[in-house]
């Protein structure tokens, strides 16, 4: 019996970790790859007000949208959350637009004297998850629990990659170039106010068909 077990429980863990590595790689690659930039887009308005020194409030931001995206992510896989395909993508750059808008609109950057900005956070990671099940429910197999886990660790790293090149970029400009951190975040966050709007406009009528 003993002999028994312990042949099991190693059966048990091979077949977890079996599909670990590919849906580890395919969450890294679906949120690093530019066709769905909307997602980058939303990561570097979150992130690229802030510089290196402040990246103890980078790391509440992200931790609050990871946690909303992995809640939506797991509800939607087990179909808790019924909402449109058509209707979250176009609520996906609605969020992008208004952090952009928070950003621009916002005479101080730090999260500590918007703290309203957590909130925001999380909901749209709750939006951004739902995004992600769209793509991983088309890919998930009979090992889901497993499979979620892999795919949502990838995400995390590849938005780690998105964060530290955002902050290096805005360090890069505001120390080194010595460009006006005001100037800075209104470029940045007007560029992205301006390509989430039409992105916005480009989804709106697929909710009337």
Not at 89 to 118: D, M
């Amino acid at each position: 019996m003993n002999n028994r077990k312990a042949i099991f429980v190693p059966n048990i863990v091979n077949y977890a970790l079996q599909d670990f590595p590919l849906y580890f790689e395919l969450g890294v690659a679906h949120i690093l790859d530019w066709q769905g930039y909307d997602h980058i887009l939303f990561l570097v308005a979150l992130c690229g007000v802030y510089t290196w020194p402040e990246w103890r409030q980078v790391l509440g931001l992200v931790t609050a949208f990871t946690l909303g995206h992995s809640i939506s992510l797991a509800l939607s896989l087990f179909n808790k959350i019924p909402i449109s395909v058509a209707f979250i993508e176009f609520l996906i750059p609605v969020t992008i637009l208004v952090s952009a808008f928070i950003n621009i609109i916002s005479k101080k950057q730090t999260s500590g004297s918007r703290p309203f900005i957590y909130f925001l956070a999380m909901l749209f990671g709750l939006i951004h998850g739902l995004g992600f099940s769209n793509y991983l429910k088309s890919l998930i197999g009979p090992n889901i629990l497993n499979q979620l886990l892999a795919f949502n660790v990838g995400l995390e790293i590849g938005q780690l990659f998105i964060v530290i090149f955002t902050l290096g970029i805005s360090y890069i400009v505001v120390q080194v170039l010595h460009v006006s951190r005001r100037e800075w975040n209104l470029f940045l966050s007007s560029a992205i106010f301006g390509i989430a709007l039409t992105m916005s406009l480009s989804r709106l009528s697929p909710l009337f068909v």
